[in-house]
Structure formats: structure tokens, C-alpha cells
């Protein structure tokens, strides 16, 4: 009926999958929640299934009459592939979904093999149909499935009742009638406040033939006065319905949602709507059992159903809000505390445990707000914080699952069968109670009152279903979902509940077995404050499996078993493996206590011992106590060097180092004592951050240091501590100023490679020659070293004294791609040049610039490599004169007409340099120093105070041979321009003296222009026309043109002389009734007074004749192809200043300039749109249309179907 309707509602949700929880691997389906009732899994888009399922569910005749129905009517689905077999499907899928949904213990149940009946595939479930659509569907599939049944008619028993409109004739009195029949009646929202005022409307008010519209009586044959008027003749057992909440609204030609308030009353008597009223009170008397809601708009939303479980075979308790409404009076304050309000939501389930992904649903509930908005940036996380309160909070499952400490949940519960559910003190109901909210997977409590909340707004009622008074339930049929339910499907029922729960005790007992490994004391040894193995090939741990559910009594229990040979008493103590070497933590005391709560998980350390010592030394434990592993350096010099054999890690540069623990509460006093080394000496820290290359530099700790602890001083594991004796301190390795010590040995002494090309071949040549031909050498180097240096030890190096006699020679960085950089200032260090260690450098011939001079590369032509190319060096006091000329002079150039122009990074030859000032001073201006590129070009520059502009002539939407042309766009539109030529004149002159002076130029020599006012000049950037330069006597300065700009003119057909507030727009008015549009006119809008869309809308009304109220404008936005509206108010209030701001089109958000595309609507016409035509070369072609505003894809509607056999 309305398409695709399915859509997803934004809302809070912890779980990915559209608010479904991961499973893992293997997991069974969860039992059922606190209400005792099973939900439906929605398959993508079911969810108006599931909302009728229900509501059939819970109409206790339906399900009885269904379940009467046994295999010999049915067939049995296990021959449903038998040609020759008449098996009815579809009721014996209903059947055992409705089985399943009041005996099965789980959360939910699936829809799949009663979809698969009725013939739908993938595409079908996860596309959301009407659910009045699918009630009077499914109620046919099921009379053509009973065909030749004894079910046959109980839908027609149920459901089935008959109206008959009557037309009296008010000359004879003779009335006709005629009789319908109705499963469920539709009546109007639109107009009524209720339910009971639809009814009257429909079967008591009477429509009157008069005047125009008379009716042909067939007793009198002839146009008389008569009153039409229905009456219910017969009344279902069920009452059905509809509300009808979408219309469609013709003069938008769009659907819509009635929203407003629509009340239906949970008792209702029909006695005034019926035609015989001789009976009781309690034949009319009907009571309101279900209410289907639709969430969301005319286009998508969600389904869901409120029931009364008229045998209540739910346990109906006071909903979450309630039951925690008390304790939140007396716990407002404590919301700030997540630690109270987390510990009082769990505890108020009953195993004292939940999903983490359940946790934070509860908790919006509770405080009303979001983790992530109440406690995150305080807090961190919602896994974080339970996490670091781990003493409160025991995470299980592999953090899927959320206990308290203190009492925890059994790991197994024991659910009993739905079917013998003895009801708790909460089943006792209360009047108005056994309501419920059924919402796919979800069931939950809600009170009778909450069903008024369903008459008006987003999320309202949809369908209403009512059954009559008299029907009363059997005591039998009390809080026993299996009554009358077949003993096949109870069979069925009770073997799937085995099979649950056989998974589900396999699960929880592979999920509650943890590997533990066992430490024992026998095999470790304290050193340096940790436990280390006494033997390396000894096997350090014993792996366990063990149950979480056990306590640690048990636990002690085995291990002794294992250790036959232990003596003494036996302590469990939680152990780390650290870099320095095992420590322990806290230990495991109480026996009474099962693993699960003491928070062992799987992987945990346990250390074996008496709990005292280990090996005759005293074993210190606790976090504060952690060891950690420092690098200790000592020198290593001379005969000590000698003595060690190299035992350090660098033996060879002067320093040893040796790895030792200590405790983290030791003070660095007592390490320099357990070092055994004097006062005197001194402990440093390893600087860090410190340059590549060159000495190393150390802290040294000041004396007030050594009072404090290693953790105190944030030192870590494998941080480095130079440890130096009195007799050290002085020697030429290591230099001490104030607190820092340096400390120079061989292993910072670096290199350079450098690399000599005989001969660098651009072209022709293999690259395994020239790589044959490079000779390289490996040259120490420092970070002080010059470069001529390096470059003298290279020479010598490479052997080439004698082949780079007399010839000069440079050294050049390579980069990554091979090619070669601009020379190296050989006056400087390594470290000024920029020069890092262990790269590259290039012995190349010619000269190295000097600190005062700068290398510029150069090239002769339009173009960088078309023509010349070289390289220079010229003084930083150098003019650009001085340098043109030298770079003239390098080329053998002839004539004097050369300049200079720079090349960015791009390679786009800049403005012309004609300033002869110094190249330093011109360097600060535009200049980058050794990355100078200077482009010569044979052109003569524009004199000082002159522009050369390049000049396009405005075509419009004419085409005509053309030399050189290009496509531009104005606001959206495109257009098409042809080049006229350049023109050059003085920055001074005005914008009239321009257009005059094109004027002249040959390609317009025949364009008749009476004044240069019929010219419009535009500027051009990139392609689009930007701006219109006005002001015909400003200078081309003030318009703040430059050389090298580009504008085109257009010719008018009358003057024109813009002011600075008067905007160009091009207009598209839309052809009512009609997908087109006139062609687009220029508006000038002066907006210097009124800037606001009345200013606008009132012009355009002007222009056109039409009322201003009744026209909808609208920007063209050509980089998105999308239209942005104007509001139709002018003005907004300031809260603060009290003052009406006026709305401006000229700024945020709408900006309007010269060339943009206004849209208008004529708002009173039925079918109107503003199209946008991207302009083709043969102005043919039309782009795509575009309406005002977005408009978001919708899914193709699909019909609702279900296919059934043939049982006739």
C-alpha cells in the first residue's frame, strides 16, 4: 500500500546491526526475559509481521481454533516435497511458530520457515509493507489453505461482520439497501477527534440528495429528495480497526502522516451504530485487547504492538521506570557518581549480572542521558571504567558480560519450562496491568495508561483491535500458555528446550573454563628485587584448565593432589610476568570464594608458595612493589675493557652495559648502594630528543634525587643509567658542565658517502653503465666537520688527486629520485649546511657558491626545458639587471629585449621582475634563495603602471566559427566565450577608457556599440564569469585588476551603469502545470535599502505581474546541482540585544552575486518544477530536473502477496 516503508529510526543503541547483539561463535539463542513472553526476530523489515503475529498470538480463540487443526486436515510438513501430497503449509507454520513463541525458552523466535510458505524471498522480507494490507492478505491465505477443513470458516466466525447502507426516499418512503461484508472497518482521522465521532459520522449521520444532487427512486422513477445512511447488521466477535492515518495531499501532490490527536476508548458500545438494539448492553459492549503503532512518517518507520494478555501467561511486573522511580528520589545526588548509579542497575537483576551492551540502555533509562554525554569525558569509557574499578565489577564472557563482585551470578541458571511457570508474588495483577509492549525481540511492561499516549504525534496508533465482553476465558486456560496446544508440538516444544538447554550448558561450560599456569617456588630464585628461574631448560610454568565456577578452595585441593611432595602451608598469589622477571600481586585467601568472583580469567599467572619467602629471601608484594629492568652504563676503558672480554654490549665504543631490576620502591640511593658504588659517584639519565650524530648528553640526578623512589622519578623499564666513578669524571670520553655530562666516543663518529660521476649521461647510455662508472667512498664525518674537509678526505679516498688536478669540483646532495640538488656552501659545517649523517653526497665538477652567493638555475624560452637551460651563480648584492645580464651573456643570447621571470613550483611562468633593486632586497620579496628558478623569455614586459589583459568577447548561447574558444559557466549555466586579442593600458586609466580601447581592437571592429554604456564588462577566473566591474570613471586600480587578468565584454541591447549594491541575477520561471520553464531573463536587483528575500520576491513580482505571497524562490547551487529555498519571513528577534536583525541575501548563507540562478515557483499551481538545463554546444540536450530541495530515493512499491495452493 505505501511502499517501501522500512526505514531506520535514530535512537540510542550500544549494539551494532541495527540494535541486534553479536553472537559469537557457537552461542545459543538467550532464554526468556522477566516477563515470561517470547518476541519475534525482525528479518530486516518484518516488523509489521511480527506486530500481527502477536496480536494473532495473543487472540486466544485464533490460536485455540488453529491449534484444532491436527495432521489428518493439515498434512504433515516432512511430505511437503511430495508431488502427489496436499500439505497445507502455511497454517502448519503458524501452528509451530505459535508453539514455539508459548513453550520454547528464548528471547525470540524466527519467522523464516513461515515466510519461506508464504513464497517470499530476501528482497521480500527486508522490504516493509502496510500492516492493514497484510491482515486482510494473510486472512485469505489462510481461508484458501483451510479449504474442505473444519477450520475453514473460523475466520468468518471470528471476524466476519456486515454493514447495510439504506436509501430512504423521502416522496414514497421506499427504502433499498444493500448489505456488505468487512473483516475490519477503516474510518477517518483526518477531521474527527476520535474514534467514537468517526462511528457516528459513518452510522448515524445521514447524507442528504438534494438540490443538484437528487436520487432516482426506482418505485417513484423519477429524481426525488432521499437520506442515505449505514448501520452495522451483524457484529464479529473481533472488532478490526483501521486508522486511516496517510492521505495524500493534492495540492502538494505528496503523502502525508495525520498526526494530531485521535482518541479510542479502551471500553466501547456499539448499541448506537448497530440497526437491532432489542438485545443486552453486553452484545455491544466490546473491550480494547491490542493497539499496533506505526513510528516514523508516511514514507518509513517502524512497527510495534501494545497487547493485554487476556490469560496472562506473561508475568507482568511495574516497568523499569517505575520500579526504580523511588530509588531515584532518594539517589538524585548520587547521579554524578557512575560507580552507584552502574552498581544499583545491576543489582537489580536478579543473577546481579548483564550484557554490557543491555548496560548502557538501562542506563539512559535511568538517568536520562547517554554514557558518552554524562561520564565520558570525565570517566573515559564504559569498558574503561569498569575495567579500573575492578574491584566492584567483574567483566566475564570475554567482556560481553557484567557482574558484581561482591555476590556474583551463578554461570548456569536454571530456567524453568514456560509451560509450568509458577507465577511469582508480581503476577498478581493489578487493575489495568498484563499490558505489554511487544517490539520485535523485545517484550516489556507498560501500564493500561501508557496506551493514551498512542493517540497524537510521530509514534501513534494504527490499527485497534477489539473483542467482545462476554468472551471470557476458561480457568483452565489461566497462566498456561500449553493449553490446548497439540501433543505433537508439545513434543516438539519440550525437545527443542532440551536441546537449548544442552547447548546452553556446553556453552556456559566452555566458556567457564579457564587456562591457568602455575609458578612453583621450588624453581625461582629473588634477584634484583624479581623472581627469575633458577635453571633455564627447568620447564618455568604448569599449564591448568580449570572451571571458573569452582572456588579457590578447590583450586588449592588439586594442586596439592598434583604436588605429592609439598609440605607446609600453600598460598595462591596472583603473578605478573614482567621484563625484570616475575612479581606477584595480591593473593587468593578466602576459599569460599569461586574464581569467577576473585576475577581470574583465563591466561592468569598463580605463584605456588608458603607465602612468606622463596628460597630464604622475603618476597615483597603488590603493584607498589613492580621491578623494573634499567640499562646500567658504566666506561669500559683501557686494561677494565680488557678485563670484561667484552661482556657489554658495546665493548667497543668505550661503554658497558649491563641489564639489572630493582624494586620500583627502592630510592635511587639504594640502587647506587646495591651498584656498590661510592658517593661520590655520580648517576645520570640519558637525555633524550638529542640530535642524530655528534656526543650523547646525560642529566645528571641532583643529590635531593637520591632520596627518591625510581617510580617517583617516572623511570621505566629499559630506560639507561650511566653510572660514574670519581676517577671518570675527568677524562677526555666525558665532559661535565653544570648538570649534564656529554660523552664522546668512537661509535658517534659518523660518515658520509660520497659518490664521483665522471661523466653524468642525461641521455643515451644503459643505466648498468653509468651505475659501472660511479666510484663511491664511506668518509668519517661529524656534525662539526666543513665540507671542504669531507670533500679533501674523499678525493684522497677515491685516489683522484691527480684526475681532479687543476679542476674544480663541488659536492651535491642527491634526493630520492637520483636527481642532483644545488651545491653545498663548502665554508660550512655539516651541521649548517644541513647536511645529515650517513646520507649521500656527489663529487660533480664546478664551483661551490660561497656564504654570499646564491645558485639559480635558469632556461630560455615560453616554457621551462624548451629551449636553454643552465645554471649560475651570482652575488646575493646582485640587481636583477646584473643577473639578466649574466644569464644572457652564459647563453650567448643576442638582442637586448630579454627579461626575467620566475617559475613557481608548478612550472608557471610569473610576472616579469623589473624592479632594479638588489637581489637580496627583491630575494625577501619573491625569491627563495638556492631554490631560486629564474625563467628568460623573449617578450617585451609591460612598462611601469601598465596591464596587459586578455580580452574574451560574451557570446551568450550563440555559436559561430570561432578561432580560439572556450566553455565557461555563469552561476551554473554555460556559456561560450571567444578570445579578441590582449589589450595593454595604464593601471590609471578608467573603466570606460577600457572598453573603448577594446573597442578598437580588429576582431570587434565591426561590433556597432552606440556608447561604451551598452558594454558589460565580467571578469573571468577559472573558467566563470565572477564579477561585473563597475563604475564606469573608476580606475583599473581601484577595480583592483592586475596584469595577466583575463575579462570578457558583452554587448547590451540598452545602457547600463551598475551601483555597488545592484546584483545581476538570471531568472528561470517555471511554466505552471508543466515539467518546464521560460527562457532565462537578467534582473537587476538594487538591494542597496532591502537587501531581505521581500526585497527580492516583491521585484520579481513586479516584473512579472504576479502577488508576491504567492511566490517560492530559490539559489541554483551549482556545486552540489541542488536548489536551497528562501525563507518567506524577513526578519528574526535577537534574545539578547531585543532587536530585529534584518535577513540579508548578500551574506551567510545564501551570498548572492552577479550570475546566479534564481528559481521561481507559482506556488497556487498543482504540478510545478524548476528544472535546470545544462546548455549543450547545439543547445539541444536538457540536464536532469531538479525540485526545490532534496529528495531522497525511495524503493520502487512493491504489492504485498502470498502464494497458496491449491486444495480443492
Known sequence: MFGSLFEEEEGFSLVPSGGRVVKREGEPPPPRGRVNLSGIKNQGGTCYLNSLLQTLLFTPEFREELFSLGPKELGCLEDKDKPEAKVRVIPLELQRLFARLLLVDQQSASTGDLTDSFGWNNSEESRQHDVQELNRILFSA???????????????????????????????????????????????????????????????????????????????????????????RKLPPFLTVSLLRFNFDFARCERYKETGRYTFPLTINLRPFCEQTEDEDSEYSYELFSVIIHKGGCYGGHYHVYIKDMDHLGLWEPPVRERGREEERTTIPEKDD???????????????????????????????????????????????????????FVLVNNGTRVALKANPPSPVTQHSSPAHTTPGPSSTPDPGSHWFDLNDSTVTSIHERDVEKMYQGKESAYMLFYRKTLLRRPSGALRNPGYKVPPHLLEMAEEENRRLQQRREEFEASNNSVELRLHLAPRY???????????????????????????????????????????????LTVARSLPAGLHLYNTLTDDEVSLYSAGILTGTDLFVWNGREVCGAAVQTGAEWEPMLLTVVRPSLGEEEEDRGGEGEEGGSGLSKESRGFAGRVTLGEVREALGEPQESLLCQEKRGGEGGGASGWRVFPPGDMQRTLKEL????????????????????????????????????????????????????????????????????SGNMLLCEVKQRAIAELQLQEQLAGVACCLRQVDRTGKLLPPVCEELSVRDAGVRLMTSLSLCPGTA????????????????????????????????????????????????????????????????????????NYKTGCLDADWLIQGVTHDNPPGNGFLKLSVWLYEGMKLCPLVKMCVCLVGGAMVELRTVGQVEISEEATLEELKTQVLTLPALQYVCVPTPAFLRVWQLEGQRLTRILRGQQHTLRKLKLCSGVEF?????????????????????????????????????????????????RSALASTYGLSPDSLLLAKH??????????????????????KKKAESLLGAPFHLKDGDIIGVKVTNAALWFIVLVAFQPNNQGVGPEKKMGPIKARKPEVALSINVGVFR
Not at 629499559?718 to 677526555?732: C, F, I, K, N, R
Request: charge should be negative; glycine fraction near 8%.
Open 338 to 392: 557512575p560507580l552507584s548509579v552502574l552498581s544499583s542497575i545491576i543489582a537489580q537483576e536478579e543473577s546481579r549480572s548483564m550484557l554490557l551492551d543491555q548496560l548502557g540502555q538501562r542506563l539512559m533509562d535511568k538517568i536520562g542521558s547517554s554514557w558518552s554525554k554524562k561520564y565520558r569525558k570525565l570517566h573515559g569509557s564504559i569498558g574503561k571504567f569498569l575495567q579500573n574499578h575492578s574491584d566492584v
Open 714 to 781: 617516572a623511570l621505566k623499564d629499559g630506560d639507561a643509567l650511566l653510572v660514574l666513578e670519581p676517577q671518570t669524571q675527568d677524562s677526555s670520553v666525558f665532559s661535565v658542565s653544570g648538570d649534564m655530562v656529554t660523552v664522546t666516543t668512537p661509535s658517534d663518529c659518523r660518515w658520509l658517502q660520497v659518490e664521483y660521476r665522471p661523466e653524468r649521461r642525461r641521455r643515451g647510455g644503459g643505466e648498468g653503465e653509468e651505475d659501472e662508472e660511479r666510484m663511491r667512498a664511506k668518509v668519517p664525518a
Open 525 to 571: 630464585r629473588l634477584e634484583n628485587g624479581a623472581l627469575k628461574p633458577i635453571s633455564i631448560e627447568q620447564k618455568e610454568a604448569t599449564n591448568l584448565t580449570f572451571d571458573l565456577r569452582r572456588t579457590v578452595g578447590d583450586l588449592r585441593m588439586i594442586i596439592y593432589q598434583m604436588q605429592d611432595l609439598w609440605d607446609g602451608d600453600m598460598a
Open 1048 to 1096: 570578457c565584454v558583452q554587448q547590451l541591447l540598452r545602457e547600463e551603469d551598475l551601483g555597488p549594491k545592484e546584483v545581476l541575477l538570471r531568472v528561470q520561471m517555471g511554466v505552471p502545470g508543466e515539467q518546464g520553464y521560460y527562457p532565462p531573463e537578467d534582473l537587476v536587483w538594487d538591494a542597496s535599502r532591502d537587501p531581505s528575500p521581500r526585497s527580492l
Open 849 to 920: 657558491p660561497k656564504d654570499t652567493q646564491l645558485f639559480l638555475y635558469f632556461s630560455v624560452g615560453t616554457a621551462p626545458s624548451s629551449g636553454l637551460e643552465g645554471e649560475i651563480i651570482v652575488e646575493r648584492s646582485s640587481t636583477v639587471k646584473q643577473v639578466g645580464n649574466d644569464c644572457v651573456s652564459f647563453g650567448l643570447l643576442v638582442g637586448d629585449g630579454w627579461h626575467l621571470r620566475r617559475l613557481d613550483w608548478c612550472e608557471e611562468v610569473g610576472e616579469a621582475l623589473m624592479d632594479e633593486v638588489s637581489n637580496q
Open 1117 to 1138: 547551487q551549482p556545486h552540489t546541482h541542488t536548489w536551497e529555498t528562501f525563507s518567506n519571513w524577513s526578519q528574526q528577534v535577537s534574545k539578547r540585544k531585543k
Open 142 to 232: 489462510l481461508e484458501h489453505s483451510l479449504v474442505d477443513t473444519s477450520g475453514s470458516a473460523f475466520i468468518q466466525r471470528l471476524y466476519h461482520g456486515t454493514t447495510v447502507n439504506s436509501i430512504l426516499c423521502k416522496e414514497c418512503g421506499n427504502i433499498s439497501q444493500r448489505q456488505e461484508d468487512f473483516l475490519d472497518l477503516t474510518v477517518c482521522v483526518r477531521g474527527v477527534c476520535g474514534l467514537e465521532g468517526a462511528l457516528w459520522d459513518m452510522f448515524v449521520e445521514e447524507e442528504m440528495f438534494e438540490g443538484s444532487n437528487l436520487y432516482r427512486c426506482g418505485q417513484c422513477d423519477q429524481l426525488v429528495t432521499a437520506a442515505k445512511s449505514a448501520k452495522l
